[in-house]
């Protein structure tokens, strides 16, 4: 809640988004001790990893490379958070690379109340100096702009209806929709660019504006033999139990169903479920998936299983470019296909035991405070990074494009869930890639940086750059960019422009823990 007091705050620079992006460019920020506003939409900072329930999303070499510094710290942070407070066996305790859930999709998937911890504690010590103010549940409502900067940004309190506006020399836009960027009147584009415009192979034709990624309402879930735990019946569930996707190429079949489209060969796959995998010796198939938390590491727990699968993805429509009241008809829609899924495993699969964790993801419904947002509004950048610099077929080369303008580095395949313009699967392999700095510089706005998913990257690039060590690395270089800034008294178009300033800032955000370049590997 907005405080009476906090009617107008004044700061060096304003992080608009609390989420991973947002965390990651608060703390470089403070680090630097410049005074920062950082506003958050829900109750929980961290985004994809907290209010979304969503466990990081990582490349092979998370453990040795390709991160910077702070991320590495972070989750080092998770791993300390649960050798310290949970009851672990001793073999989960030994290992070095400790995973909580031993999910199959990540090396650390874990409970979002543990990143949660793990993020306060890191912000603790720059809010209890007074360095950093976090506005919990404050959402941007309007931006006062001049010419090409941005005076100020007003947030309304989500609870008391109260406004609050924030004044800042440099304002970074880590919100999960890119949602500054309309209220700044900054250029952006949304959907599918045309293959005309990017030359991109996997490209329509046509730009298709509309034609955005699927988003997910994501929900935990553990599993009590014997017991009866069916939810009640959802209102839509009888249009979600018969639900055929009408996408190209077609669909597997219903998509409440263990059969689902393989998203790389784009035909029909089975993946079993069984959440007595353990005690069966049965494979496991979706419970093992995104499983947060593994009974056999703990002493007297059971397993949790985070359900953030293609049956749950919601791609009838979008949450951003559409009226407020559509945006609201699709949220709630997208939390009845969450639900109706729920509803059908524990009915009509034959697993009533079960149980919807609402504790686990802090709301009464059960399902994540917020949705999981695979594609942002994204700006029209000083350099847009294209599918012809990171995708291994349109490559035809041993690596990805290298920027000299690099602030940072990632490696995820080409990974697009279906959109709602009706297309299926986009799923090609990738090359490790950098982040470059022309990516992070609007064509107009002098101040206004990206800090996020929102950065120059097209529809299919986007792809590859959404994911948490990603856009950690984008968030942590847009705060030390901003600081470079106000510290050089240059613009960040100028700083990426005079190769010595350039080389500098390089420098600098190396000496920071960010990578900026990888060394020679396998494509994956």
Known sequence: MLAPAARELRCDVAVIGGGVGGCAAALALARHGLRVVMTEETHWIGGQLTSQAVPPDEHPWIESFGATRSYRAYRQGVRDYYRAHYPLTAEARAAAYFNPGSGRVSRLTHEPRV?????????????????????????????????????????????????AVIHASY?????????????????????????KDTGEPHAP??????????????????????ENHVIDKPEEYAFW???????????????????????????????????????KGTEGGWWLYRRIACGRNFKGASDICLVNWPQNDYWLGNLHGVSEAEAGRNDRRAKQLSLSLLYWMQTEAGWPGLRLRRDVVGTQD?????????????????????EQHVATDARKKETAEVFDDSVGVGSYR????????????????????????????????????????????????????????????????????????????????????????LRKFQTRIQADGVEIAWPKLTPR
Not at 123 to 129: D, F, H, N
Not at 370 to 386: G, M, N
Request: net charge neutral.
């Open 115 to 163: 990143s949660l911890a793990v993020l306060e504690q890191m912000l603790a010590p720059y809010e209890s100096g007074g360095g950093l103010t976090v506005l919990r549940r404050a959402k941007p409502v309007a931006a006062d702009v001049e010419r090409d900067r941005v005076r100020s940004v007003s947030v309304r309190s989500l609870e008391s209806g109260g406004i």
């Open 171 to 195: 304002f970074l836009d880590a919100t999960e929709q890119g949602d500054l960027l309309p209220l700044a009147k900054a250029e952006f584009v949304t959907g599918f660019e045309s293959r």
């Open 205 to 226: 034709e046509t730009a298709q504006p509309s034609n955005i990624q699927s988003f997910t309402y994501c929900f935990a879930m553990d599993y009590r033999k014997g």
């Open 241 to 279: 139990r018969d639900y055929v996707p009408e996408l190209r190429p077609p669909w597997s079949g219903k998509l409440l169903d263990w059969s689902t489209t393989h998203p790389i060969t784009l035909k029909p796959r089975f993946t079993g479920f069984d959440p007595e995998c353990d005690v």
């Open 366 to 386: 059960g399902l994540a405070k917020y949705p999981y947002i695979r594609e942002s509004r994204r700006i029209q950048a000083e350099f847009t990074v294209l």
């Open 414 to 501: 080409i990974d697009l869930h279906p959109s709602s313009g009706g297309d299926n699967y986009i799923d090609v392999s990738s090359l490790p890639f950098q982040i470059p700095l022309g990516a992070l510089i609007p064509k107009r706005m002098d101040n206004l940086i990206p800090a996020a998913k929102n950065l120059g990257v097209t529809h299919i690039t986007n792809g590859c750059y959404r994911l948490h060590p990603v856009e950690w690395n984008i968030g942590e270089s847009a705060g030390l960019l901003a600081a470079e800034a106000l510290r050089v008294k240059e613009s960040p178009r100028a700083i990426r422009n005079q190769t010595k300033r």
